[in-house]
């Protein structure tokens, strides 16, 4: 029996990232093509939480569904270190893991920081990704940007107002999604208690470049969604996807926040397993 807030999944430990030891945790179910969820940053994030809506129906599709917490998340390994939590830092855990399953071809499917980790993965290794799906991704824009908005605005408050547990976690999600009773007691009562095993550091500033003028080196396809009210990630940031990628198409979805997979749920899988299937 786990004694964590969500399910315990499969653990990998992918050797020395950054000047230590590191592991990966991640659930997997069904078989096929690979997809690999990438969640989100926050307090409380997974792969597991962010994904438990999505990932079952890909893996119906015919799909081999790989959701791992990020590093320094979930039940991954952390670190104290500020200034390790950036680009690389994401990317070597995500790549370590694609390593030691021997995953080809995969599709990377990412929300917010996990849509800049597959950006920038795709970058670094083009030859590991067959395709990407984007959701709402960081790394387009300069830093200056994402602190401007509302959402990660209201984010840094919380954190600086001494509020915890699932007080602290509703008040940084109650602008996530548009309509509020998406945000349930299970997903507050999911991310609280592993928001305190998150370090300090995973709560300060992520070193994450602004990618824009690399998006024409990505030769493989890309779907992409933005919902219209996000406040978190401009949605300004779609148009530079659809400009910057030769090969892409982009969702902009209504009454839509920052988690299309949760808020628009049925449309987000469909659109996927058919992006996927029929390119």
């Not at 390593?99 to 920038?120: E, H, P, Q």
């Not at 991310?191 to 602004?210: F, H």
């Not at 009454?255 to 390119?279: A, L, P, S, Y």
Request: glycine share 12%.
């Amino acid at each position: 029996m786990s004694t964590f807030s969500i399910p315990e999944g499969k653990y990998v430990d992918i050797g020395n990232v950054a000047g230590h030891p590191q592991r990966v945790h991640y659930h997997e179910q069904g078989s096929g093509d690979p997809v690999i969820f990438l969640h989100g940053a926050g307090t409380g994030a997974s792969g597991y939480s962010n994904f438990k809506g999505n990932y079952p129906e890909f893996a119906a599709a015919g799909f081999r569904s790989i959701v791992p917490d990020l590093l320094g998340y979930g039940l991954s390994s952390k670190t104290e270190e500020p200034k390790q939590y950036d680009m690389d830092f994401f990317i070597a855990g995500v790549k370590g893991l694609v390593d030691k399953l021997g995953l080809k071809n995969i599709t990377l499917l990412g929300n917010s920081l996990g849509g800049a980790v597959a950006l920038g993965y795709a970058l670094k290794y083009p030859e590991d990704v067959k395709s990407l799906i984007l959701m709402a991704p960081g790394g387009v824009e300069e830093f200056e940007a994402y602190m401007a908005m509302p959402g990660i605005a209201n984010m840094f408050n919380v954190y600086k107002s001494g509020k915890t547990g699932p007080e602290a976690m509703r008040a940084v999600m109650s602008m996530q999604v548009v309509d509020q009773s998406l945000l349930t007691d299970e997903i507050i009562n999911e991310r609280a208690p592993i928001a305190l095993t998150q370090t300090e550091a995973s709560r300060q500033r992520l070193y994450i470049p602004n990618m824009t003028e690399q998006l024409p080196d990505l030769k493989c396809n890309v779907l992409g969604f933005w919902g219209m009210q996000d406040a978190f990630n401009p949605v300004g940031g779609a148009d530079k996807l659809a400009n910057g990628i030769k090969n892409c198409r982009i969702v902009l979805v209504n009454q839509c926040g920052h988690w299309v997979q949760v808020e628009h749920r049925d449309m987000f899988n469909r659109t996927c397993i058919d992006f996927m299937k029929n390119g």
